[in-house]
Structures are given as C-alpha cells and as structure tokens.
C-alpha cells in the first residue's frame, strides 16, 4: 500500500506576480510598508506596481508633475517607497525641528529657496547658504555668497528668476542683482519707487520676468521696463497703477497680474492688471485684506487674509470658488504652494504652519507647532512671515530666527493636530 503524501500549505510568496499585484492593490499604505521588508521580491514587486502609482499624486510628494515647484526644490531623489513614507509623516506631523542663525534683534528675514541653495536676507545683506543632503544638517552655517551690507536698509521683499534677483527694501528702494557672475550687465543703481522721490515708504512686493519688474508700496504700485541708454541699463516707468497694495505677482504666462490690497472698505481687495493694456480690474472677492497671493495656474490664484482665510478664486468665474477657514481664526500672513495640490500658509501667532489639500475642501490636513524657544516683547510668539518648502522640508521665517521641519524624520515622535478639540482635551486630561 503506497503511503499518502503530506499536501504542502500555500504561501504568499507561492503566488505569481499578477496575482501579487492584485493583492498588493487591496492593502493600506501601512499594509505595504510591512510587506516591503518581507523580501527582496516583494520590495520589486511593491515598488514596481504599487509604490509607484500610489506616489503619483500624493500630497506634497507626489511625482507625476515633475516641473512642480516642490518637485524642482527637493534636494534629494526620493524613491517611490520614501514618497510614502514622507507623506505620512507630513501628514501625522512627524517631523525634526531645527532652529537656525538665532538673532537677539527682531528681524523677520526674506527667503528663497532652490534646489542647492537657500537665500536669506539679514537686516539690509542678502546671504546665499548651500543646501547639505547630510542627515540631520539642513544648511552649511557659512554663507558662500553674500550681497550688499547690513547697515543698508532691512530687505522686505526678495524674487529670483535664474541669474537675477530682485529686493526691495524698507526705504522705499528696489536693486536688482546679478548671480551668475555678469554683473557688468546689470550696474543699476538703487531706484526709489515710492511715491515721491524724498518719502521712504517700505516696499511691500515685488515681481519680475524677464525685463518686465513690478513693485508696490502701501501708497504706489508700478510697472517698469528695464531699459538701455549708452549701454547703461536703468529701469524706467512704464504704468502707474494706482494705490498702492500688499502682495502682487505675475500669472505665469505674465500677461496678467493680480493685487491684493492690505485694506479695502469696499470688500474689493483682490484685483487683476492687464499687462498689454495696464488696466485695472478690482475681482469680486469678498474681502477687505490680503496679505499674500500666488497663483496656481494662469487662471486660478490662491489668497491669504486678514479674516482667518485661505481661498481659490477662479478668474474665469469671478468668485472664490473655495474658502478654507483657520480653526484658531487666525490671519493668513504667507502661502507656499507646491505647485500641485499642497498649499501651506503661514499663520499670524506661534509659528504655526497650516497645510492644506486642493483636493479637499473645507478641511486642513494638517496643522505644525514648532517649538515655543523665544517670545516675542509682548509674550506672544512670532507670526509666520513666510514659508517656503520642497518636498520633505518646510522653511519659517519668524521674527528672531529661521525654523526648519524636516520630515524626512521616521523616528520622530508625531504631533498630529488632525483633530484639534480630541487633541485638547487628552493634553488637558493628561495635566
């Protein structure tokens, strides 16, 4: 009598890879990440076939628009399996806080950030730091280049497009500034865009393209053409656009311009400028104050306020399509926008940063208290001035110092804020 042989079990790693892919696709993101370390022909498989699509659009990290502005700025290639990882952490709020160039004297700096690079404005100079991809060091401490003096009048405003960079300062002048070591191009001289050539009103904003500047002050916003006369170049007046306003930016196709007012009695305080005519058109969304604007695309612009909000506001509706209200009611006093679905304002106490999805209306993502080291003289800590990020480090600009959240981070212990009233009352339960 032949003896009955012992039927194997089957295992996971017996099915072939369709079928793997088809059970990949039904697991959480947690799922995966547990999955992944299993074997080497799992890691393929996950990577190949579900790492890869699943990061496509994800917020912040997502590589399907690789001409994003995060996408351009991050200095490090992040594979489809640390895009999930960083996305979670952006999410949870788990992160690493680094405090930079702490400063005694109140001083909230300019910032611009690349791929290699990071300028930053202190007091009236401007510094350029070199990124590192070392773990846990976010800049080199010593700057490679520096432009213009500290004793100059404090930078306010800071754009750069390739080889040229533009600032305005707090006494009403604007310089423009050669990087790419052409200064024999560019010897123009400091110009005073104020109102009249003896007031020293602080230039609010600034933008540029090409040979095309535009500025604004609180009292005067102005286009100007640079121009050439014996092959010296100076900038000369090309419209007056009337009073003055906080935050103006070319549309990408620099055929427009939008404007917003830092106050407005009649609730008109976005408007847009025709560039061909330089007419001004006031848009209809219902709001009085702005205090930073940057567009998503040449038709839609994203809008921070006074009132505690953050809006999407069509061009071609006339009307802010969306409105994501602050759960703390704060103002909004700078937006960094990814250049795909993420947005990130900068709110006007305690350094917080709050995140946000296009995709989701009505609803954060998720909010990012940096630590509270320093207060400012009236015990209230500092507004976020600006923001700026790639795809795993967001940057803040804060009255005494440079704050960095690294979220590159999975070790870090998680602050989410998803849920603000639930998070309140275990804080307050605890205690």
């Known amino acids: 009598m032949v003896g009955k042989t012992k039927k194997s ?52 990290v997502g590589h399907r628009n690789q001409n994003a502005i995060s996408y351009q700025r991050t200095i490090q290639n992040l594979s489809y399996h640390k895009r999930v990882k960083v996305f979670q952490n952006w999410c949870y709020g788990r992160y690493e806080e680094h405090i930079l160039f702490h400063q005694s004297q109140f001083n909230p700096s300019k910032i611009f950030l690349e791929k290699e690079f990071l300028y930053k404005s202190h007091s009236g100079q401007l510094r ?95 286009l100007w053409q640079k121009r050439y006369e014996l092959d010296m170049p100076y900038l000369d007046t090309v419209a007056e656009l009337g009073e003055g306003f906080k935050c103006i930016r070319f549309s990408p196709n620099v055929d427009r311009m939008a404007m917003g007012k830092y106050k407005d009695a009649s609730r008109r305080g976005l408007s847009l400028v025709d560039v061909a005519t330089n007419d001004v058109s006031p848009l209809a969304s219902d709001t009085s ?70 995709r989701v209306p009505n609803k954060y993502i ?3 208290f940096p630590k509270q080291r320093f207060r400012g003289a009236k015990g209230i800590s500092s507004p976020a001035y600006q923001v700026v990020n790639d795809q795993s480090q967001l940057f803040i600009a804060t009255d005494y110092n440079l704050r960095v959240l690294d979220f590159d981070a999975d070790w870090a212990e998680s602050k989410d804020y998803t849920n603000i009233f639930v998070h309140e009352m275990i804080v307050n339960a605890s205690s």
């Open 9 to 60: 079990s089957l295992i996971l790693s017996d099915l072939n890879d369709d079928v793997l892919c088809i059970i990949f696709d039904y697991c959480s993101l947690d799922d995966l990440l547990n999955l992944f370390y299993v074997c080497k022909r799992f890691q393929a498989i996950i990577r190949r076939s579900t790492f890869l699509r699943r990061s496509l659009d994800l917020l912040l």
């Open 128 to 222: 350029k730091f070199a990124r590192s991809k070392r773990h846990g060091e976010i800049l080199y401490r010593r700057p490679i280049e520096t432009y213009g003096e500290v004793r100059d009048a404090d930078i306010t405003s800071l754009s750069k497009t390739d080889g040229t960079i533009f600032i305005g300062r707090r006494n009403g002048r604007v310089k423009i500034i050669s990087v790419d070591g052409n200064d024999e191009n560019d010897p123009i001289d400091e110009t005073n865009v104020s109102s009249n050539a003896y007031s020293g009103q602080r230039v609010e904003s600034i933008d540029f393209s090409g040979d095309l500047f535009a500025t604004s002050t609180l009292q005067r916003a102005a």
């Open 289 to 358: 104050s702005i205090y930073d604007l940057q567009w998503k695309d040449n038709d839609v612009i994203l809008t921070g306020h006074y009132d505690t909000t953050f809006r999407l506001f069509d061009c071609r509706t006339n009307c802010d399509e969306l409105i994501w209200l602050d759960p703390y009611d704060l103002a909004i006093y700078s937006i960094s926008y990814d250049g795909n679905f993420g947005v990130l304002c900068g709110m006007k106490y305690h350094c917080r940063v709050n995140l946000y999805d296009l």
């Open 366 to 368: 998720q909010l990012y």
